[in-house]
């Protein structure tokens, strides 16, 4: 399924990337809050989804080479972290709703978790 899928199930807004809605596409999704854990657990390639808004999200998503990375509850990031996105080609979008109902939403869609342990749970 395409990011874009993503974005209309969500109701998200693409913050940056707009261009790739329709092109890149998502097989298999990993959130957390703690960045942590997403250096530690989180599959290469896998998309993020967080309610962190700082800039050390899109840096982590660089390292980890995270193609996309969702916010949810509705917190919007500051232009540094857009702006740093934007340079590294990364989308970001944004939906107000919950982690929970973001995940239970993806899982139904078919997105599967990933991890780096095991390349998919």
Not at 14 to 25: D, I, N, R, V
Not at 39 to 53: E, K, N, Y
Not at 76 to 87: I, N
Request: charged content about 15%; overall charge negative.
């Amino acid at each position: 399924m395409t990011l874009g899928d993503i974005a209309k199930v969500l109701d998200a807004k693409a913050l940056c990337g707009e261009e790739m809605l329709e092109s890149l596409e998502i097989d298999g999704a990993f959130a957390s809050d703690l960045m942590s854990d997403v250096l530690a657990f989180c599959a290469p390639g896998a998309f993020l989804i967080t309610g962190l808004t700082n800039i050390q999200i899109v840096r982590t998503a660089q390292m980890l080479d995270i193609p996309a990375v969702l916010f949810v509850r509705g917190k919007s990031p500051l232009e540094d972290t857009v702006s740093l996105a934007k340079d590294a080609g990364i989308p970001l979008i944004l939906s107000s709703h919950n982690m929970f109902q973001t995940c239970g939403l993806l899982y139904a869609m078919g997105v599967k978790p990933t991890s780096a342990n095991s390349a998919q749970v």
